[in-house]
């Protein structure tokens, strides 16, 4: 990070890579693509670990929990499954978005993963029993992007050009709309005082995360 430069290059794939995630400790990389196929490596040896090839469309989503136990991975046709991360044993699938799946969050204990779809819909699932706690319906269009923050509150942004922030019963917070286009990510700062969205034009606006007012912009594409 500090130095900018390439650590290692994994992957041999046929077709754009669309997800990937690293693992906390930094030890395994994963990759979801248009083969419908997770491929885990390890980035010790730069080898696949595992394969898993449960996924019926194309692999939208991966995102590993914040403890390193468990993986979650998402497709195209709203399929929603979790797995052991060191083995790609499987832990729980779940049903219910019925288009793709755009995003995965996880809280910050582990416990509980937040899925965002383009069917417009939000869902919380429970780790320690594998249910559904909530599900509402977030965004007209379809849902783009979710992220936590450290005291559970939720932010999505979507199709309809809003950013919203959410509490766990999918209740509306804050709702930031001052946007001239699809607005495609959304995530907190470190310490959930800002939000930063992105928009289909390519501007980047920060925002207080209690009062709703814009507090700046980012250059998407600043000098070297």
């Excluded at 040896?45 to 991966?62: A, F, M, N, P």
């Excluded at 929603?80 to 991360?85: A, D, G, R, S, V």
């Excluded at 049903?95 to 799946?101: R, S, V």
């Excluded at 379809?142 to 209740?171: C, T």
């Amino acid at each position: 990070v500090e130095t900018g430069r390439r650590v290692l290059s994994l992957g041999e794939e046929r077709d754009s890579i669309l997800t990937a995630d690293i693992s906390p400790d930094q030890s395994l990389v994963v990759i979801g693509s248009p083969s419908k196929i997770v491929k885990m490596f390890d980035l010790s040896s730069g080898e696949i670990l595992y394969q898993i090839e449960k996924h019926s469309e194309w692999v939208t989503q991966v995102s590993i929990s914040p403890d390193g136990i468990l993986l979650a991975t998402g497709d195209r046709n709203g399929g929603l499954h979790i797995w052991e991360t060191r083995t790609g044993n499987p832990f729980y699938s779940f049903e219910g978005h019925k288009e793709a799946i755009t995003s995965l969050a996880w809280r910050i204990d582990s416990n509980m993963l937040a899925s965002a779809s383009e069917d417009g819909t939000i869902r919380t699932w429970e780790m320690q029993n594998g249910k559904q706690v909530k599900s509402w319906n977030a965004h007209s269009g379809g849902v783009l992007s979710l992220d936590f923050d450290l005291d559970v509150n939720l932010v999505s942004a979507g199709r309809d050009e809003r950013a919203i922030l959410w509490d766990l019963d999918g209740k509306e917070k804050k709702v930031f709309s001052d946007f001239n286009d699809i607005v495609v990510e959304a995530c907190f700062s470190h310490d959930g005082s800002r939000i930063i969205v992105a928009d289909w034009t390519g501007e980047i606006s920060v925002w207080d995360s209690k009062t709703a007012e814009k507090t700046g912009t980012l250059s998407g594409n600043p000098t070297t």
